[in-house]
Nanobody
Framework: QAQFVESGGGLVQPGGSLRLSCAAS????????IGWFRQAPGKEREGITG????????YYADSVLGRFTISKDNAKNTVYLQMNNLEPEDTAVYYC????????????????????WGQGTQVTVSS
């Protein structure tokens, strides 16, 4: 059964860092475009970063550019999201997902194109 298992969320103070991990099983994540999304209370789910298959070109939303870094370890079949200089506005549930229709990240990242989703992990930025 194909699935993602996420880990790494938590409570952090403004300016702090967290690294989220998303381990895939049942499929090879490097075959597909992979995205990280987040959903804050009362808001729509938004795509914040993505990585293409193969050489792994990346995309970042303006809201996270320069602070977040997406990467993947093909040997571990895992994608990561390094989040630095976190702000209260980053508080949300974070999800990883695989776009089985594409190998390259296409902007805007459409939620309905991503098929396999992680269970979500809560990130709270607060003092």
């Amino acid at each position: 059964q194909a699935q993602f298992v996420e880990s790494g969320g938590g409570l952090v103070q403004p300016g702090g860092s967290l690294r989220l991990s998303c381990a895939a099983s049942g499929f090879t994540l490097d075959h597909y475009a992979i995205g990280w999304f987040r959903q804050a209370p009362g808001k729509e789910r938004e795509g914040i970063t993505g990585i293409s298959s193969g050489r792994g070109s990346t995309y970042y939303a303006d809201s996270v550019l320069g602070r977040f870094t997406i990467s993947k370890d093909n040997a571990k079949n895992t994608v990561y999201l390094q989040m630095n200089n976190l702000e209260p506005e980053d508080t949300a549930v974070y999800y990883c997902a695989a776009n089985l229709l594409r190998t390259k990240i296409v902007v805007p990242m459409r939620v309905d194109e991503f098929i396999y989703w992680g269970q979500g992990t809560q990130v709270t930025v607060s003092s």
